[in-house]
């Protein structure tokens, strides 16, 4: 082994991302600067969980940090999977912030892979895991990973402060994915959903329920949103409540968006005597949750904005052949994992604006990921 080169990326912005991207790349790297000018420098504990986790899934992976937390050193292994991991992903962040990235790692694992994830399955910061579910593996699927390894299991949930869920991710292992031409956006034939609620009535759902259905009734006939109270070991830790909801059309995309209620993390910085902030009530959420979903489908594209990075992604580990896909407007996500790609990848998107009905068509030529470590049946 020669002298390792190490790529140089400076900020905390993104980390997850780019943490990925070396890994599929094996592109060793040094980020500089993680937040170096705040009050509380250095890495937050999420983002140290995520290192913990990408040392689990993966063989003779080096991490190195400085004393403050502000200069890290991540030299990629080989991601090996396996079946019975256990990781706590603590309560800084949601479980859906690792998600993303353990989904694509597992799919060029050496082993099919699955893992047990605790911690906090639904918040207001990142997609929660029934959006997850319903939404990003489906998106899967579109690449030509099989369905019968693909899950996602909720076995319990947690919300903010304290947590308490546990979810188990399984994530079947393939040879390469397959390249898709998907500009087709079709129209909307039904949305499906699921409400939540832990350690509240469970009469909170049904609101929720009557409120969403009173906006998409006078838009299609097929709307079925379930239920689904949790109580006792099963509810976590926290009280909480939420939405999430689906919109399947003709052509076999999955518009997604969620809602949770719950408070917040406390900082201890509240004055004494100070009330609770307001919470939204189940009717309002209900109704918000309906309106962002329709504004989603407005905008066009064969995904909603939160998965354009997953998307992107995906488009970017394909063979060596030309891929189509329309996308509404370009999130902020969504740019900042183009840009990342260029540099990791090598991948460049061509990017046309398609003027006729506002979206945005994105032509690449993927890298040509091939699963090297995975034993050929």
């Not at 998106?139 to 869920?165: C, T």
Request: some cysteine; hydrophobic content about 35%.
């Amino acid at each position: 082994m020669g002298k390792t080169t190490y790529k140089r990326v400076k900020g905390s912005q993104n980390l997850r991302q780019r943490l990925l991207l070396s890994t599929l790349a094996s592109t060793a790297v040094i980020v500089e600067d993680i937040r170096s000018d705040h009050t509380w420098p250095g890495l937050r504990p999420h983002e140290v969980s995520l290192l913990r986790l990408l040392e689990k899934v993966c063989d003779d992976c080096v991490v190195e940090i400085n004393e403050t937390g502000t200069k890290l050193k991540y030299k990629p292994g080989i991601i090996m999977g396996g079946k019975h991991l256990v990781h706590d992903c603590g309560v800084s962040r949601s479980i859906g912030y690792f998600l993303e990235p353990l989904i694509v790692l597992g799919l060029f694992a050496k082993k099919p892979f699955s893992i047990r994830l605790k911690g906090i399955t639904n918040d207001s910061k990142d997609p929660c895991v029934d959006t997850f579910r319903s939404a990003a593996l489906p998106l899967l699927k579109r690449f030509g990973v099989p369905a019968d390894g693909l899950q996602l299991k909720i076995e319990s949930r947690g919300v903010p402060p304290h947590g308490g869920g546990e979810i188990i991710l399984s994530v079947p292992s393939v040879q390469s994915l397959a390249a898709v031409t998907w500009i087709d956006e079709g129209m909307v034939k039904r949305i499906r959903g699921v409400t939540f609620s832990t350690r509240v009535s469970a009469q909170f759902e049904n609101a929720m329920i009557h409120a969403a259905r009173g906006i998409f009734n006078r838009l299609l006939p097929d709307v079925h949103i379930f239920t689904d109270h949790r109580a006792g070991p099963q509810a976590g830790k926290s009280p909480g409540y939420g939405i999430s909801l689906v919109a399947e059309t003709t052509s076999g995309c999955c518009i997604s968006c969620d809602a949770t209620v719950s408070y917040g993390v406390e900082e201890g910085n509240e004055i004494e005597g100070e009330e609770k902030k307001e919470l939204t009530p189940p009717e309002d959420v209900g109704e918000q949750t309906a309106s962002v979903l329709l504004s989603e489908i407005e905008q066009g594209g064969v995904v909603d904005s939160t998965h354009q990075g997953l998307l992107f992604l995906l488009c970017a580990l394909c063979p060596q052949d030309v891929l189509k896909v329309r996308v509404g407007k370009l999130s902020p996500y969504g740019i900042e994992t183009l840009r990342n790609i260029r540099d990791f990848l090598g991948v460049k998107f061509v990017i046309k604006p398609d003027p006729s009905t506002e979206t945005v068509i994105l032509k690449c030529v993927g890298c040509g990921m091939k699963n090297l470590s995975r034993k050929v049946s």
